[in-house]
């Protein structure tokens, strides 16, 4: 785990660069801390990270996409004011023109330069022909299949000859096989220096993907992001996924992905009335199902109480980003604890594993208001009503003092669902009426 030398200066550098939103009381939601990052040439970088850590908000911050709250981006050492810099982005979605043709939407970022008809038409060829799309000039987006469509987002981003590519998550919508072919054919346009492009910063969920492509792997934490690990790797192309050095750096990923790299203040408050704020730290909840965290205990409880996360993964035909948000709810509730990327369940699990669907409910219940403090405070607000209820309004508004609108919503969801499941409460989605569920 280092920080690279390089001796060529860094293409885009930031520093302290930081994500926050300003509230009415004052206040900051920090999405991003102060973070150092730097893009050298002749790297490609791969940007790891739980879902939802701020890993498409640090690169739209990079590209000059979303402004920074604070610090700065520097483009070969010299702030990045007026303008993008010299980079292209491949999104998830396809996002191509439906009603344009394959040339035609690769061509359109050149004729938005203003760029001469013919000299666009030429160069839009040639990127055609290296991504492996030759005969499909004239193809419509609804002709083509997901790994032809990423093609062309690739095509578009790389006919602009940037400097730096950036890409974010561009073959997680894909199938497997396809992502795989994708993934070695933009390796033969790096490697073999078919494309002008100086680096490649590349955001993903996937550790093999990381370590198949990338030159250096960072590691986000998160609440908020900052950059709990960077890693160099130091193997040549074409990578051997079985090899010992390859599994073993893929394990000491998993490991620190799975390692908290804080502890969570879990006690509850002592008493939450209507209107007194969530507590200063707030916990974000996974967004995971209950039977999600049942099925990964009876899997632990089947396997002896013990399993190696990374193994697990793999056997389930599973990425991390798939696996962790389940991990994490099971730690939260006291039902599994992790060591060194391993997962071990605690008696509390355990029983949850081996229980009946009514001794499940109880045991979450208890678990729930003992290490949740916002399913907590709902309970009490709604003990405080008269008549048990509260609309759905009242707990977005205290959640919007610690997270963004967006991942406000989906905290409430989260938590409405674990509520009704422990039947803390009951929730009438047509009336937006949440209901105190006596004992």
Not at 332 to 351: H, K, S, V
Not at 391 to 403: G, I, M, P, Y
Request: with cysteine.
């Amino acid at each position: 785990m280092s920080t690279p030398s390089a001796v060529e200066a860094p293409i885009i550098e930031a520093r302290k660069l930081e994500k926050f939103y300003a509230q009415p009381d004052g206040s900051r939601i920090q999405v991003i801390a102060a973070t150092d990052l730097a893009v050298y040439p002749g790297q490609i970088i791969a940007l790891l990270g739980p879902s939802g850590c701020g890993k498409s908000t640090l690169l739209r911050m990079l590209t000059g996409l979303s402004p920074a709250s604070a610090g700065s981006v520097y483009w070969h050492g010299e702030p990045v004011r007026d303008g993008s810099p010299n980079v292209s982005i491949v999104f998830q979605s396809f996002a191509l023109f439906p009603w344009l043709t394959v040339l035609e939407n690769v061509e359109a970022p050149l004729e938005a330069r203003g760029m001469a008809s013919i000299d666009r038409h030429k160069r839009a060829l040639r990127i055609i022909d290296a991504v492996g799309l030759d005969g499909f000039e004239s193809a419509y987006p609804k002709e083509l299949s997901g790994g032809m469509k990423q093609r062309v987002g690739v095509a578009r981003a790389l006919v602009v000859e940037p400097e730096v590519l950036f890409m974010d998550e561009p073959f997680s919508a894909l199938d497997v096989l396809t992502a795989e072919t994708l993934r070695g054919e933009l390796l033969e346009l790096w490697l073999g220096h078919k494309i002008p492009t100086r680096a490649i910063f590349i955001v993903t969920h996937n550790i093999e993907e990381a370590v198949i492509l990338a030159d250096r792997v960072v590691v986000l934490g998160r609440n908020p992001a900052h950059i709990h690990a960077d890693f160099i790797v130091d193997m040549p192309h074409p990578r051997d996924h079985k090899s010992s050095s390859f599994v073993e750096l893929v394990d000491t990923i998993y490991r620190v992905l799975t390692r908290p790299d804080h502890e969570h203040d879990s006690a509850p408050p002592k008493s939450a009335a209507p209107g007194k704020p969530l507590q200063a730290k707030a916990i974000m909840l996974p967004h995971t199902r209950p039977g999600g965290m049942a099925g990964l205990l009876e899997i632990l409880q089947d396997q002896g109480g013990k399993a190696d996360l990374h193994k697990l993964a793999d056997d389930l035909a599973l990425e991390v980003d798939a696996l962790l948000p389940t991990i994490d709810t099971a730690v939260l509730l006291g039902m599994l604890r992790l060591a060194e990327g391993d997962a071990f369940i605690t008696p509390d699990g355990q029983a949850f594993a081996q229980g009946d669907i009514q001794s499940r409910k109880a045991m979450f219940r208890k678990a729930a208001l003992a290490h949740i403090p916002l399913l907590c405070q709902m309970q009490n607000a709604l003990k405080a009503k008269s008549d048990r209820t509260l609309s759905d309004e009242f707990f977005r508004d205290l959640l919007d003092e610690h997270f963004s609108e967006d991942e406000s919503r989906r905290q409430l969801e989260t938590a409405i669902q674990w509520g009704r499941y422990a039947e803390i409460f009951d929730y009438d989605a047509a009336t937006g009426k949440l209901t105190l569920t006596e004992a």
